[in-house]
């Protein structure tokens, strides 16, 4: 997805990526493996992950926020109310 995100100098104009670990409205969740692959994804092309965690942040999915589940898996952004 990212690669047809660049120009022809190959420079990526995607600056972040807003994501819901959980869907509230839906009941489904992403996999590790997609989140972790995101993560990294992120992390080599420079884009700033954002976590939606408004509904299912502060403890509503048994951990505090739902990300952190997967121990190592950090978000540069995590959103907690609007």
Same mark, same amino acid.
């Given at each position: 997805?990212? #690669?047809?995100?660049? $120009?022809?100098?190959? !420079?990526?104009?995607?600056?972040? @990526?807003?994501? %819901?670990?959980? /869907? #509230? /409205?839906?009941?489904?969740?992403? /996999? %590790? %493996?997609?989140? !972790?692959g995101l993560r990294e994804l992120c992390t +080599? +092309?420079? @884009?700033?992950? @954002?976590? $939606?965690? @408004?509904?299912?942040?502060?403890?509503?999915?048994?951990?505090?926020?739902?990300?952190? !589940?997967?121990?190592?898996?950090?978000? $540069?952004?995590?959103?907690? /109310?609007?």
């Open positions: 997805a990212v #690669a047809g995100a660049r $120009d022809a100098k190959g !420079r990526c104009d995607v600056y972040a @990526i807003l994501i %819901e670990p959980f /869907s #509230a /409205s839906t009941m489904t969740e992403c /996999s %590790e %493996e997609f989140l !972790r +080599e +092309e420079k @884009i700033v992950l @954002i976590f $939606d965690e @408004i509904y299912t942040g502060w403890g509503k999915t048994g951990s505090l926020f739902h990300f952190m !589940r997967y121990p190592g898996l950090v978000p $540069d952004v995590v959103t907690t /109310s609007k």
